[in-house]
């Protein structure tokens, strides 16, 4: 398995491509805002072939180079149908004042092809098998993506925003939710293996053990369990 990452933009959202080996096939996970030139270094550098755009979510700072990724390659971008529509109005979930214009006026637009994605759906793409986890609390449309256990290498989930090290995603703009966003950690990270490797869409990689021991708002999360003494 490759996977490469890199910090794109000011924003340093976390942009991965995942592959099964150099030289093949390859998806890419999150294009960020000026993504282009690092990820096209990244391609060159692993002989890569993208077939897919993934995107955890719709905020600006995770899908600002999809359209440009999608179309320079005529490829498809994968998105949950809850936040597709930020894809061409990511100032939708931003807290603007009435007529305030996003960035200046930039403008962004669907790539051609959009495909929507589904809880459970499991994506056969570049070699791979990545299992989608509907995840919201950060957006309505926030996913995960996880790759499973091959051999000796663990687990792999592409957290976005939802689950970082020591941390969570806010929940103050629309489309967040706090007590949805622990509902997710609950269904989506608690029950996983300990070892399963997190990269989030910020920060370092970390692990579901290392933030079930020490994140607090993963502790918030876990059902509590009753008093304990007696029989």
């Not at 391609?43 to 359209?67: Q, Y």
């Not at 931003?94 to 996003?102: C, N, R, T």
């Amino acid at each position: 398995m490759l996977i490469a990452g890199f910090p794109a933009g000011s924003f340093q959202t976390n942009c991965y491509v995942v592959a099964p080996a150099a030289g093949e096939e390859c998806v890419i996970v999150d294009p960020g805002q000026d993504a282009v030139g690092d990820l096209d270094d990244v391609l060159r550098e692993h002989r890569l072939k993208p077939v897919a755009v993934l995107v955890t979510h719709g905020h600006i700072d995770h899908m600002w180079s999809v359209a440009p990724v999608c179309g320079a390659r005529d490829i498809p971008a994968w998105i949950h149908p809850e936040d597709r529509e930020l894809l061409s109005d990511p100032g939708k979930a931003l807290s603007l004042a009435g007529g305030q214009e996003l960035f200046g006026g930039l403008t962004f637009s669907e790539p051609d092809d959009v495909r929507e994605l589904a809880d459970g759906e499991v994506l056969s793409l570049a070699g791979m098998e990545l299992t989608v986890d509907h995840a919201p609390g950060h957006t309505r449309g926030s996913v995960t993506f996880r790759l499973p256990r091959s051999g000796e290498i663990p687990d792999v989930m592409f957290s976005g925003d939802l689950l970082f090290a020591g941390s969570i995603g806010r929940t103050d703009l629309p489309g967040g939710d706090y007590p949805t966003i622990l509902r997710s950690l609950a269904a989506k990270c608690l029950p996983l293996p300990e070892d399963t490797v997190v990269l989030p869409g910020h920060g370092p990689q970390t692990t579901i053990g290392h933030e079930r021991a020490t994140n607090p708002y993963m502790a918030e999360a876990a059902p509590y369990a009753g008093p304990t003494r007696g029989l």
